[in-house]
């Protein structure tokens, strides 16, 4: 079973700055099969990223996705309040990264 | 555009049955996977398994598997996850979602039923 690794595990950051978020996977994986999630205090996950770089319905384009090798990283080019919050990565239906929450500094 | 209810928050003691369920509704439900996904209080999201409405193919985690099970009724595009005898560490939220085919993501999430197993 792939295992995929966040870092960092929280990350603190002011609004406006650019926050970069860590997602290794443990051996290969088509990139097709990468997404990323948001999740807030109280409520369901909500999809940002699938297949590595496409943004889901409604997100903003300030969140992008990318990767290199077996290393995907989720971008959030300018931090607004909304966006603090706890990120997922997960493959092909399965494994879910821990987690990385972006907190405000 | 698909949504997914799921069953209220359930209070338990260790040792009890339960069953929860997660009803869609939405154009051709029928022929999609829906997938559980739990989340113990202050820790991470973890797969449990998937099914697909239409026959109830099912998938589970090698983690879940023989601690719960995965049922549905396509009739009433709903589907079940079901305990025999439930642990304290059992407690956690759990969601439904539906798998996409795209990708295989989950883009579409139930509100969430909360589980609290105590004595």
């Known amino acids: 079973e792939v295992v995929l690794t966040q870092s960092p595990g929280t990350l603190s950051l002011s609004p406006g700055e650019r926050a970069t978020l860590s997602c290794r996977a443990s051996q290969s994986i088509t990139n097709t099969y990468l997404a990323w999630y948001q999740q807030k205090p109280g409520q369901a996950p909500r999809l940002l990223i699938y297949g590595t770089y496409n943004r889901a319905s409604g997100i903003p384009d300030r969140f992008s996705g990318s990767e290199s090798g077996t290393d995907f990283t989720l971008t959030i080019s300018r931090l607004e309040p909304e966006d603090f919050a706890v990120y997922y990565c997960?493959?092909?239906?399965?494994?879910f990264g821990q987690g990385t929450k972006v907190e405000i500094k | 555009e698909v949504q997914l209810e799921q069953s209220g928050a359930e209070i338990k003691k260790p040792g009890e049955s339960l069953k929860i369920s997660c009803k869609g509704s939405?154009?051709?439900?029928?022929?999609?996977?829906i997938a559980w996904v739990r989340q113990r209080p202050g820790k991470g999201l973890e797969w449990m398994g998937t099914?697909?409405?239409?026959?109830?193919?099912?998938s589970y985690n090698p983690a879940f598997q023989g601690q719960v099970s995965i049922s549905a009724d396509k009739s009433i595009t709903t589907a079940y996850l079901q305990w025999r005898s439930l642990r304290a560490s059992d407690s956690a939220m759990y969601y439904c979602?539906?798998?996409?085919?795209?990708?295989?993501?989950?883009?579409?999430w139930g509100q969430g039923t909360q589980v609290t197993v105590s004595s």
């Open positions: 997960h493959q092909y239906g399965r494994t």
């Open positions: 099914i697909y409405l239409g026959d109830s193919d099912t």
């Open positions: 979602a539906r798998r996409r085919k795209l990708g295989s993501v989950f883009d579409y």
């Open positions: 939405g154009d051709r439900l029928i022929t999609e996977w």
